[in-house]
């Protein structure tokens, strides 16, 4: 990774120089780490995950193929609407983790995306799973990810980790995104932002961009709600600002896979 050293000495010292800063294109925010620095974060985060089986019991690729293979697609359709941002920069994978008893997602930066099994087998269609995907996406490529870890972990801390400088940090961190630490939370505004994005990308695909919403109102119906959800802002207000994007994008009319996602479910332990 090349960084300026005098650059991290004078940003870890709080002096602001813009030669290292990006701004996404998309939200017009300034993120003070490059897209390298989010690639690398993302791949070492990616491997400590890993090399973790108790904590994140990663399916195998060449064991559960027809899983990945239904995943994969759901991934490779978003990048094909060329609406996604660094589709062709970051390394773009899915993972699935076999825990039943846990329903949530996460991602992390450089777009690695993680599934539960209990996510993937409490939904009812493929186009309410392909709205998660495409938010966790969105995530990804607003590179919300790295702010996130910034304001939690601190500045210099993330910036030693990203250069390689404290290896013990990164099972911390991967411990923490994956368990859905409630200080690790996305803010509101980036909640806001995911759906939306995910929204103008499913509106480009086969998938219904409704069904986003109708993923927070199964949530909500659940007798125990997963826990993530008293992090995020209310699914009634989610749900309202996904249909405002939906007309803003077009009022796109798409399916819903009921068969198709059933048997993608099938395919796993």
């Not at 993972?95 to 777009?111: K, Q, R």
């Not at 495409?134 to 870890?149: F, G, I, K, N, P």
């Not at 309202?240 to 099938?266: P, T």
Request: proline share 5%; glycine share 6%.
């Amino acid at each position: 990774m090349k960084v300026n050293k005098f650059f991290l000495l004078c940003m870890v010292s709080g002096v602001l120089l813009f030669g290292g800063v990006s701004c996404n294109k998309e939200t017009g925010k300034v993120n003070i780490f490059t897209l390298q620095d989010d690639i690398d974060l993302g791949n070492q985060l990616a491997e400590e995950i890993a090399n973790d089986p108790v904590n994140f019991p990663l399916l195998s690729r060449t064991q559960y193929p027809e899983a990945y293979e239904r995943l994969d697609s759901i991934l490779d359709a978003f990048l094909a609407t060329g609406h996604v941002a660094h589709a062709d920069a970051f390394p773009w994978t899915a993972y699935i983790i076999h825990n039943d008893s846990l329903i949530n997602a996460f991602a992390t930066p450089g777009g690695h995306v993680y599934f539960y099994t209990g996510l993937i087998k409490a939904l009812d269609n493929e186009a309410m799973f392909a709205g998660v995907v495409a938010h966790e996406m969105a995530h990804c490529a607003l590179r919300h990810s790295t702010d996130r870890l910034t304001r939690h972990y601190g500045l210099s801390m993330l910036l030693a980790v990203v250069l390689g400088e404290n290896p013990s940090m990164l099972a911390k961190i991967a411990s923490e995104i994956g368990s859905g630490l409630a200080s690790l939370a996305y803010s509101r505004r980036q909640e806001y932002e995911a759906d939306e994005f995910a929204v103008k990308y499913m509106s480009s695909t086969e998938y219904h961009p409704m069904a986003l919403a109708d993923f927070f109102t199964k949530l909500e119906d659940m007798p125990h709600p997963p826990t993530f959800l008293s992090t995020h802002p209310s699914p009634e207000d989610r749900m309202e600002k996904i249909e405002e994007a939906w007309i803003k994008y077009g009022s796109h009319v798409g399916e819903y896979f009921e068969d198709r996602y059933q048997a993608f479910k099938n395919s796993l332990p």
